[in-house]
DNA sequence: CACATTTCTTCAAAAAGTTTCATTTTTAGT
DNA sequence: ACTAAAAATGAAACTTTTTGAAGAAATGTG
């Protein structure tokens, strides 16, 4: 059997059954405990699954309620320093804030409470439930919800952002190549993320360290466009952004 | 059981109960105490509940977390019947359903789960959140954000619903009068209401008995214009209806 | 205060994870 | 097609984490 191929059994096995242990995927993949656990260090690092001990767990968001995903999430400690940073930083009271659908920016919203007057206008239902939990004043994006990223796209979320103007957006990335393209998997976010930092008079790109040198489908904007918060970056990652990048890097 | 796995198992548990003890705990997964009180420390270190002499409390804010309470809603069983009711008889495979935002309609998505390519377009926030974890594809309506019922409203709202044809709309109301007015206390949200219902072949209200004879500020529809569908009804609540009036009985 | 629970502490067994290494399988170059 | 280098695999020894039990300490109740 194949590496792919075996990593593919194990990432449909894990997103169905939400968590399972070593012994299923070596019963599945007739493979050892070593190979498997390999494989699962492999696929962590890639964002495909949680390694937990005993097993894998799934980070797709299909049966869990949000709270519970937003807490399994990868790098989770490193999200909410980002957005306590981000939030702290760069909003003023009275702004009106647009926060793309993400795990990484859903963190901004409980530092949003504490500013007064705030404005949250977001694609992401999970972010406007909690933004309206939090008691702020909430402008939701509709059209079409993606089944997995619970991400608003399509036609009418594109034109309902272009008739609107935003303080700040928040802009959330799932990779940031050498040359400063910002990239996302699917075109039809990434069409809705350009929106979202077009119409704002300030723009930033959310991305841990571990977006750096990474390369997806849909280009959605470049680095001298926006400015980019990351967590604290090693000298090689800096190297494998571009020179000119405008950079904050949290705490 | 992996660690995970458990600990979702109590989350679920201390949150449906509000308060549970040890015992139970043990019981439900088949675990020791020691490792019931080493999983709670944990969870509270989390936040994601709160440790209390013999047991355990949830700390879920209910008066702000309607998915929630849904649940320990006024007349949760009939709103259930009433939906489980309305699903069956009046939606059809392949069927566009528009569902209000709403305890009561919310209910409606479960049911709408097992009958084949459905698509739900709704105002609700939870509603759409809730349609797509059961895997069913949704569009929501986009606009200012109601604080208080995560209902979707505004002009914005309105002109997204206008623009949409719907086979079914399933509408939530408040009062129900004599005289055969639908009302609704929110002007905003009678509005809404009044759209979801013109942009739909057919168009059914949702309100248990409680409602009937009741009188909110805004009307927002007439019965003739609609069907009724509501709970076992006595005689002297049919008689404060209209003579007219299109009702179902749920069972 | 006495009593019954509940919680905390400690410890050893069990389960899971890591590291290392010899062996097999792939890959790439000639 | 052949061979050497690189990568992947499975097994073993060893480390860490998790678990349940038993006794001590703390807590709530009448």
Not at 25 to 53: A, W
Not at 94 to 106: E, H, K, L, Q, S
Not at 130 to 138: A, D, M, V, Y
């Amino acid at each position: 059997m194949l590496t792919q191929e075996r990593q593919s059994i194990i990432e449909n096995y894990v997103n169905q059954h939400e968590v399972c242990r070593v012994s299923e995927l070596c019963d599945l993949t007739e493979t050892s405990e070593s190979t498997i656990r390999r494989d699962l260090i492999q696929m962590e690092k890639n964002g495909i699954l949680k390694r937990v001990h005993g097993g894998a767990q799934s980070v797709k968001n299909f049966s869990r309620d949000v709270s519970q995903n937003v807490r399994f999430n990868l790098n989770h400690d490193v999200k909410i320093a980002l957005a306590q940073y981000a939030a702290s930083n760069f909003v003023q009271p009275g702004d009106n804030v647009f926060i793309d659908a993400g795990t990484t920016t859903y963190e901004l919203v409980p530092f949003l409470a504490d500013i007064p007057n705030v404005k949250i206008i977001t694609n992401g239902v999970e972010t406007a439930l909690c933004s309206l939990n939090h008691g702020i004043k909430t402008i939701l994006i509709g059209g079409e919800v993606k089944d997995d990223t619970h991400a608003v796209i399509g036609q009418t979320a594109l034109s309902q952002i272009k008739a609107m103007n935003f303080s700040v957006s928040f802009v959330g990335a799932n990779g940031i190549e050498q040359n400063g393209n910002l990239t996302t998997p699917d075109p039809e976010e990434a069409a809705i993320k350009a929106a979202e930092i077009k119409q704002a008079r300030r723009a930033y790109v959310l991305a841990d360290s571990s977006k750096i040198g990474e390369r997806n489908f849909a280009v959605f904007a470049h680095t001298r466009d926006v400015c980019v918060v990351t967590d604290q970056l090693t000298s090689s990652q800096k190297a494998a952004l571009p020179a000119d990048i405008n950079l904050k890097e949290a705490k």
